[in-house]
């Protein structure tokens, strides 16, 4: 069965520095990979997505992640966070019934 | 913007009574979920639909019911509510695959649950 491992259920950075989440996903044929953004009280929201087209994933709001199958990582980056960034953050995989498996998120707190 | 709307967005009710949560949506999009999102965060699917009479349980077991008698529409069910009920419940609907190319799912607002 396909699944992600988030590292870090709590990632704290300054405003103005460098985001990184962690993703790692286990699959036996190429996964199909998304990042989602959560706000509070809200539902979630596509930050990107993988779909084998190129590895390296630009998304909305400055984020983008790189697919590294030597790793088999989807490690979500910013280069510079901003206060409005802090929001939980969903890595998902996509398995063969087309069913959305997540990770268990990471929370991204922004210090001023 | 997702067309998906999910009502009521906050719901309080008292334990032993039957409620259903509304999720449609009007991308015509074949596949609907629904999670169940834990005060941790984690989600975990609790039933999906690949289309009109067609239900599935998903990875965590639930004791809550749905149905997809129209495309549009995909509501849950819970027959008596209890306490351990009271989570956030997420609807999403995607089309997956089009013209070869994988789509995201589009995720309602979520309805919050609190049983007392």
């Known amino acids: 069965a396909q699944s992600v491992t988030q590292l870090g259920s709590h990632v704290s950075v300054s405003e103005g520095a460098l985001v990184l989440l962690r993703c790692n996903y286990s699959?036996?044929?190429?996964?199909?990979l998304f990042w989602y953004v959560q706000y509070p009280n809200q539902g979630l929201q596509l930050l990107l997505k993988?779909?084998?087209?190129?590895?390296l994933v630009k998304g909305i709001n400055g984020f983008e992640a790189e697919f590294k199958k030597s790793e088999t990582s989807f490690h979500l980056t910013k280069p510079s966070a901003h206060m409005s960034d802090a929001a939980e953050y969903f890595c998902?995989?996509?398995?063969?019934?087309?069913?959305?498996?997540f990770g268990s998120g990471t929370r991204l707190l922004v210090r001023p | 913007e997702a067309d998906i709307y999910q009502t009521p967005r906050y719901l309080v009710i008292g334990t032993g009574k039957k409620i259903t949560l509304e999720c449609s949506q009007t991308?015509?999009?074949?596949?609907m979920y629904w999670y169940q999102q834990d005060p941790g965060m984690e989600l975990h699917l609790i039933h999906y639909s690949y289309g009109v009479n067609s239900t599935e349980k998903g990875d965590l077991s639930s004791e809550s019911t749905v149905s997809r008698i129209r495309t549009e529409h995909f509501p849950l069910t819970l027959e008596s509510a209890r306490p351990s009920h009271t989570s956030q419940y997420l609807c999403?609907?995607?089309?997956?695959?089009?013209?070869?190319?994988?789509?995201?799912?589009?995720f309602g607002q979520g309805t919050r649950l609190t049983v007392v």
């Open positions: 998902a995989v996509m398995d063969s019934s087309y069913k959305l498996i």
């Open positions: 993988y779909t084998s087209a190129a590895t």
């Open positions: 991308m015509g999009h074949d596949k």
């Open positions: 699959s036996s044929v190429p996964p199909y």
């Open positions: 999403a609907s995607s089309d997956n695959l089009r013209r070869g190319v994988v789509t995201e799912a589009f």
